[in-house]
């Protein structure tokens, strides 16, 4: 059940509240089910509507912060008639402690994230260790991390800060899904490039 009477500091309150406004707004109308998807940075919702398609048994949730990409994506569930996924314009700390219980969160997605390369900005980069004890706190023993990036000193740091944390491990290579997660737009630039694409799978213990 969403956590509606949970709330942030004031100053996160006060710059976010259109945000949290409308993240309150879609959990007090929606009942997710047992088993929610998320995949942060979503863009323009490709690699999300059709991961949606092939299961039917979860719900999928893709959050971007850039509401006019958030628009598209949405439309586009539309026209393909997809109805177990959403769309939202919202920041994943802010969004997940609201939406999501305890056990319900059971595969995160994070590909071909900004890598932010100013060193003043890595504090933007999606996994830091206060968004892993989030995340370790919504998944069920077994929930998965797939991040995927052409970038190759930013998959070694989200890696070892995964390797860091207590309640995650690597995902052993022969557990690996056979059957290949459906692309991204940035993915198909990078095989045209002839790009790396690095794997870094993680899994709750």
């Not at 995902?171 to 630039?189: G, I, S, V």
């Amino acid at each position: 059940m969403a956590d509606l009477d949970l709330r942030f500091d004031e100053y996160t309150e006060k710059y976010s509240d259109k945000m949290l406004g409308e993240v309150r707004e879609y959990a007090a109308n929606h009942t997710l089910p047992p088993k929610v998807v998320v995949e942060v940075g979503s863009n323009r919702g490709k690699f999300l509507w059709q991961l949606a398609l092939r299961q039917d048994d979860k719900f999928h949730i893709g959050m971007e912060i850039k509401r006019k990409l958030v628009r598209t994506a949405q439309r586009r569930l539309e026209r393909e008639g997809v109805e177990n996924a959403q769309f939202l314009c919202a920041d994943a700390n802010l969004a997940i402690p609201i939406l999501i219980d305890d056990g319900q969160l059971t595969d995160f997605f994070l590909l071909y994230p900004d890598p932010w390369w100013k060193k003043k900005h890595a504090k933007r980069r999606v996994i830091q260790p206060k968004f892993l004890d989030l995340l370790a706190q919504k998944m069920p023993k077994g929930g998965n991390i797939w991040i995927r990036t052409d970038v190759g000193p930013l998959a070694d740091e989200m890696r070892d800060t995964l390797v860091e944390h207590p309640e995650f491990e690597p995902l052993p290579f022969d557990e690996f899904p056979r059957d290949p997660w459906p692309w991204t737009t940035r993915e198909y630039h990078c095989f045209e490039a002839g790009l790396p694409s690095h794997l870094v799978y993680f899994r709750r213990k």
